[in-house]
């Protein structure tokens, strides 16, 4: 299960840290990532952290201002959003991959609830 929480208002230019709270297994050994979706617009994928150490994904929109973090020893994924734009306004799903060992957050995946994101101008 993932729970995802930190959403919220924030202005052009601020930042916000959304969490992502996993039980009933071992973060440490899945692929960790989010997903967003704009009203209108299609899911996209924001990031992903691999099982191998080094592995993440950024899509190009979010490249240089978030960071996707994780702590294993509280179960929990992090996304460092910083210098938000209006068009980063979505909601924001927390997903991890089924299959132990993989370094991509595709196919088969667990979902969270969303998150509401909302950066005003």
């Known amino acids: 299960q993932l729970q995802a929480s930190g959403g919220g208002l924030v202005q052009a230019g601020g930042s916000l840290r959304l969490s992502c709270e996993v039980s009933?297994?071992?973060?440490?050994?899945?692929?960790i990532g989010w997903f967003r979706q704009a009203p209108g617009k299609e899911r996209e994928r924001v990031s992903c952290?691999?099982?191998?150490?080094?592995?993440?994904y950024y899509a190009d929109s979010v490249k240089g201002r978030f960071t996707i973090l994780k702590d294993n020893a509280k179960n929990t994924a992090y996304l460092q959003m910083s210098s938000l734009k209006p068009e980063d306004t979505a909601i924001y799903y927390c997903?991890?991959?089924?299959?132990?060992?993989?370094?991509?957050?595709?196919?088969?995946?667990?979902w969270g609830q969303g998150t509401q994101v909302t950066v005003s101008s």
């Open positions: 952290m691999g099982y191998s150490v080094g592995t993440t």
């Open positions: 009933g297994f071992t973060l440490d050994y899945y692929p």
């Open positions: 997903v991890a991959g089924r299959r132990p060992g993989r370094d991509d957050c595709s196919g088969d995946l667990h």
